[in-house]
């Protein structure tokens, strides 16, 4: 089975997102939809990634719609979580999470997870510094509740 660091995603600018780059660093993964009702997690999502980043925390939100509550282009959608929510973490062009189309990425966190579909937006990933998982979210779990598990993370060390 391939690894985390085996990924790659792209950026709503076109960019390539290697996941090697996150080697070392403790790395939030969510499913995010702009127009769902869930959508003011980013606040905290993006609270937590301003305030830890720089100790390692990076945070990568990749849109669905999937559950029909996103906008219609990756432009619209970046636009919106950058006026409404402050966004400035990356955010990818959008995926599948479920399906004959699922991204390859969550094929593997859900395997790894040992959970199967995913039933809404805004299930969060937290991959630690050795690029193994170490919880799935639900939906509704808010971003500061797992705060302490993020530090927690971001003080442990990864052997060579």
Request: hydrophobic residues 30%.
């Amino acid at each position: 089975m391939a690894g985390i660091y085996d990924f790659s995603e792209t950026e709503m600018n076109g960019e390539k997102i290697d996941f090697n780059d996150y080697k070392g660093k403790v790395v939030l993964i969510v499913n995010t939809a702009s127009k769902c009702g869930l959508a003011p997690q980013l606040e905290g999502i993006e609270a937590l990634y301003k305030k830890y980043h720089e100790q390692g925390l990076e945070v990568l939100g990749l849109p669905s719609n999937q559950f029909k509550q996103e906008l219609d282009s990756d432009e619209a959608t970046s636009d919106y979580c950058q006026v409404h929510y402050g966004v400035t973490f990356p955010m990818t062009k959008k995926i599948a999470v479920n399906g004959d189309d699922e991204d390859p990425l969550f094929t593997y966190l859900k395997e790894t997870a040992g959970h199967g579909r995913i039933k809404w937006n805004f299930t969060k990933f937290l991959i630690g510094r050795d690029g193994q998982l170490i919880h799935r979210y639900a939906p509704t779990t808010k971003p500061e509740s797992f705060e302490d598990t993020i530090v927690e993370a971001l003080s442990s060390k990864v052997s060579e």
